[in-house]
């Protein structure tokens, strides 16, 4: 069935340094693709979102980058911080009897001072 | 003040037992929905209501129950608890073309 999941679920890097979180998804006809950031004790918020019209979207210190050709998601975090440590999820948002959005398994970002 | 705050926020109970976890929001958003978070398994829909006469049922609502009292109020029922529904369940609401969804603090359950 269709499926939005994550190639790794841990990932450790450097404070200071860039960070690279994937996701592949295989539902063709989803129209956005979400990502979120789980902090411990806490709900998942909000961090950016993209359209399937579009290949790159570029918020604060972070970047989504689209490639329909793969299916294929990312979450670029530049300059990481302490403060970026949590659980990220990407969603996408797909249409199958009503407009709901469809959530990988998540990756856990721990940062090494 | 948060704009969507679930009550409880931890609640143990035992084996038969029926309990409520209720959802308010302040967001005005029409569509709101209940999951279910568990390790290892990210999260599940359990209910999805787009306003307050639609209710739709998500890919796990066996065991659960939802009432949609207002736009502003969507509670999850467990009308006999059982120890496999021990997990977090986090409620939600959600607007745009995008389907961006905010959500509560959660609820942690543990059934024992």
């Known amino acids: 069935g269709e499926n939005v999941g994550l190639h790794l679920p841990t990932l450790s890097v450097q404070e200071g340094d860039n960070s690279i979180i994937n996701c592949a998804y295989s539902n063709s006809a989803s129209d956005y693709f979400i990502w979120y950031k789980q902090e411990s004790g806490k709900g998942p918020q909000f961090i950016i979102d993209?359209?399937?019209?579009?290949d790159k979207r570029q918020g604060q210190r972070v970047t989504v980058l689209l490639n329909k050709t793969v299916k294929h998601l990312s979450l670029q975090i530049a300059a990481t911080q302490p403060g970026d440590s949590a659980v990220y999820f990407c969603?996408?948002?797909?249409?199958?009897?009503?407009?709901?959005?469809?959530f990988g398994q998540g990756t856990r970002l721990t940062i090494n001072p | 003040d948060a704009d969507v705050t679930q009550t409880p926020r931890n609640r143990i109970t035992k084996t038969g037992k029926r309990i409520m976890l209720e959802c308010s929001q302040t967001k005005g958003h029409d569509r709101m929905y209940w999951y279910r978070q568990d390790p290892g398994l990210g999260l599940r829909l359990i209910y999805y209501s787009f306003d307050v006469k639609d209710i739709n049922k998500g890919e796990i609502s066996d065991g659960y129950s939802v009432s949609r009292q207002a736009q502003a109020k969507f509670s999850l029922s467990l009308e006999s608890a059982i120890p496999n529904q021990t997990a977090l369940y986090f409620c939600?609401?959600?607007?745009?073309?995008?389907?961006?969804?905010?959500f509560g603090p959660g609820t942690r359950l543990l059934v024992l």
């Open positions: 939600a609401t959600g607007e745009g073309p995008s389907e961006t969804q905010y």
């Open positions: 969603a996408e948002n797909t249409y199958q009897g009503a407009q709901k959005l469809v």
């Open positions: 993209i359209r399937s019209n579009m």
